[in-house]
């Protein structure tokens, strides 16, 4: 059975590779060589053809169901109910709708159907699970940005089946109505609601976690809480998947198993392990109830399920084998779990657990504890750096102590302090405020070994490190003899292999409605803006220019500029500096930005080895921001480059004529992101660029690029790059000389991106 479900993983696994999906007509082309593969029981080759096919079918199901192009940005009236738990900020709502009815606002009737994320500003109230109704709304494709070490959005959404996102707008058509019927996520909302009215002991991070652990809910966890469990490597311990519910349920089979011994004549009629196994899911069951029955536990559930039924039909039955039948219903019933961290974390976590205890059967229980710990914290490792939870090197000891500590200690207080609440037992507020003050103790513990946590695992190594890194760690683990263990280690060390020194490397990142750039000369860094901050808190700073840089194995900047007093420049640059500290600050409005920043128009030109950097002086006395912005010409031998942050028309003249010897321009980022006000003729012409990108969003409700502006570019036979098409530009010095120019989304498309 596991070579099956793993040919099954592996056909789903090739599909993801695709850049674009094949027409489905053309899956009738693997019909007659699966049928050879069964006729000559060549079972596994037709598994993984089965594979390949059924992740096929469904991803297509998932494309025609997708938001029409020509729908977007239209006001529509959808009907449907509020599902999941919904986030609430002071600035926004976030719920995710699904919709049974959708049609224009004239009455015309669209066949729009699914599950959509909708943001809803100054909502008024706080929603609740279950409400249904209709809502007058504009939704969007799914598309987000496309950067190395960030976040594919697109996968997220197309694992989570979401066809579209968008925002309420305001209306007295706006409507929702409660329903009375009970539900699982209204189970939780008012689980969430009684535990924030709890007043005493328990500071705001100890009421995240509690909600975290207990509802899966990580709303409340802010920025210093992932810094936290990120420097400590206890990040998975935050997500509620197999491993928490598995220790849950092996928890509970073994306390329930010696407790049903001493209840007298009972164990002669049903055995204790079977008992054991049945009390393992129902608390299973229960708990991933609590947690919503997200997808992670869902998985997990079914795992428990099949295991548990194997003990139930073979007491000595091979765990392996149930682990493969779990494996394959899992992929049966989800095909897009694959595209899930938990899925991997999960599935590794046990298959780890069961090869330690097959391998050393002669150890003491405590022995097997330990060996486990640590041979988990070793192997999942490389996953969650594959999935962007960067660790340090000493997470594997700090989880000998924070798995257990969380396992026998904080989801049992945690479980039992809300069985208590929900059935109204006296006391039951004493015991969660004690739970809270258990936490607090957690969190503070956590944080003091944070603060001196050493070097960090970069947030998205490459694939090939990864397996030597996985390879390593199973040796680590599971070695015969200490020779064979310690030739482990330097597999496992090749996770904090530093990223290829370059003499000279710019990156202009995706930042939706922004700019940033990131740019790399002789071990020195200079990030010039950190794009957009957006309305709720989100800011490119934190989730795109700084995982980027974890890549590179960055830690520390030469130089931040922020080249003007735009929140699409600035977003977010005071949490930035807080974890990534710069060792000089300019800026073209210095007073706008407290703490230590200084004029980048009276800082002397500088060079990094034969990178020369110089900020021009446009000379105009004009009002607005935008033409404060500093203007950066860096020179390397092979390439000039020129940014010129928002900086219009009139500024543009005022630099030709200070600095009439700038032309012959190879890379140029678009003057105000290819605003109708930027990019004069006169510039245009004089610039003489070779390149040009235009750093804005995908279909910018600003126009920007311009479809003028991008044409005159072109007429002047400048090529012109838009990083909402392209994803991160990055510019890499040739061989021979000159350079190369290449864009994230473009090299690594994958069929579920627009």
């Known amino acids: ?140 494709q799914p598309r987000g940005m496309s950067n190395p070490g960030g976040m594919d959005y697109e996968r997220w959404l197309f694992q989570q089946n979401l066809v579209a996102r968008g925002y309420v707008r305001e209306s007295a058509s706006n409507r929702l109505v409660a329903s009375m019927s009970p539900g699982v996520d209204r189970f939780r909302y008012l689980l969430r609601r009684e535990l924030q009215a709890i007043e005493g002991s328990g500071n705001t991070g100890a009421r995240a976690v509690y909600l975290a652990l207990l509802t899966g809910d990580r709303s409340l966890l802010d920025k210093q809480h992932w810094r936290i469990f990120r420097n400590t490597g206890t990040s998975h ?93 899992i992929l049966v019933l989800e095909p897009r779990a ?68 969380f396992s026998f200690v904080i989801i049992p207080a945690v479980l039992l302090a809300s069985l208590g609440m929900i059935s109204g037992f006296p006391g039951s507020e004493l015991f969660v405020q004690l739970t809270l003050q258990l936490l607090d103790f957690t969190l503070e513990s956590l944080s003091a070994v944070a603060n001196v946590m050493p070097l960090i695992i970069p947030a998205s190594p490459p694939i090939p490190v990864l397996l030597i890194a996985f390879g390593g760690a199973l040796l680590l683990s599971l070695g015969r003899g200490w020779a064979m263990r310690m030739a482990g280690l330097p597999l496992v060390a090749t996770l904090w292999w530093p990223a290829s020194a370059e003499p000279f490397r710019m990156t202009v990142l995706d930042v939706g409605q922004g700019l940033a750039v990131v740019i790399e000369s002789h071990q020195h860094t200079l990030v010039y803006d950190l794009g957009p901050l957006y309305p709720g808190g989100f800011n490119t700073a934190d989730a795109v220019v700084r995982p980027f840089l974890a890549t590179r194995g960055i830690d520390a900047l030469d130089m931040l500029v922020i080249s003007h007093d735009d929140s699409d420049h600035s977003g977010g640059y005071r949490s930035f500096l807080e974890e990534l500290p710069a060792a000089v600050r300019l800026s073209g409005q210095p007073a706008a930005f407290p703490g230590s920043f200084s004029s980048c128009h009276d800082y002397p030109a500088w060079s990094w080895q034969e990178t020369r950097f110089s900020f021009l002086q446009a000379g105009y006395d004009g009002s607005g921001d935008n033409n404060y912005s500093c203007v950066l010409l860096v020179e390397h ?76 570019w ?39 991106q627009r």
């Open 237 to 329: 311990l935050m997500a509620i998947s197999g491993l928490h519910i598995g220790l849950v349920a092996m928890l509970v089979c073994w306390v329930s198993e010696r407790l049903w011994r001493y209840a007298g004549s009972c164990p002669l009629h049903l055995p204790s392990p079977i008992f054991g196994a049945c009390c393992a899911l129902v608390a299973a069951l229960v708990y991933a109830a609590l947690a919503g029955f997200a997808i992670p536990t869902q998985r997990a559930l079914l795992m428990t399920a099949v295991v548990v039924t194997g003990i139930l039909m073979r007491r000595n039955g091979d765990g392996l084998h149930a682990l493969g039948t779990a494996l394959l219903a």
């Open 338 to 405: 694959v595209h899930a961290a938990g899925f991997w974390l999960s599935f590794t976590a046990v298959l780890t657990i069961l090869l330690l205890s097959r391998r050393y059967p002669e150890w003491r229980s405590w022995q097997l504890v330990l060996a486990i710990q640590f041979a988990l914290s070793l192997v999942l490792l490389p996953i969650l750096a594959a999935w962007g939870f960067p660790a340090s090197p000493l997470a594997p000891f700090i989880n000998l102590v924070a798995v257990p500590w």
């Open 637 to 712: 031998p092979g390439v000039r480059i020129l940014l010129t942050g928002d900086i219009t028309r009139e500024a543009e003249q005022a630099l030709i004529r200070r600095h009439p010897r700038i032309g012959n321009i190879d890379l140029l980022t678009m003057p105000h992101h290819g605003s109708r006000s930027s990019s004069s003729p006169g510039f245009v012409q004089f610039i003489k660029a070779r390149h040009v990108i235009a750093s804005a969003a995908w279909k910018s409700h600003f126009g920007h690029p311009a479809p003028q502006v991008v044409e005159r």
């Open 1 to 140: 059975m596991p070579r099956y479900a793993l040919a099954f993983l592996a056909g789903i696994l090739l599909l993801a590779l695709f850049p674009r999906l094949p027409p489905l007509a053309l899956c009738w082309i693997l019909l007659f060589p699966l049928l050879l593969c069964l006729y000559g029981r060549w079972y596994a080759a037709g598994l993984l053809m089965a594979g390949f096919a059924y992740a096929w079918i469904d991803a297509a199901s998932y494309i025609d169901r997708l938001l029409p192009s020509d729908l977007e940005r239209r006001e529509l009236l959808v009907d449907g109910c509020v599902t999941g738990l919904p986030v609430h900020t002071a600035e926004v709502s976030r719920f995710r709708f699904d919709v049974t009815d959708a049609q224009l606002e004239t009455g015309e009737s669209l066949s729009l159907h699914g599950r959509v994320r909708l943001s809803w500003y100054d909502a008024g109230r706080e929603l609740v699970p279950g409400e249904c109704g209709r809502l007058l709304v504009r939704l969007f």
């Open 714 to 752: 072109r007429q002047a036979g400048t090529g012109v790059i838009e990083t909402a098409r392209s994803g991160a530009v990055t510019l890499v010095l040739a061989a021979g000389g000159g350079y190369h120019l290449a864009g994230h989304r473009d090299a690594e498309r994958r069929f579920w």
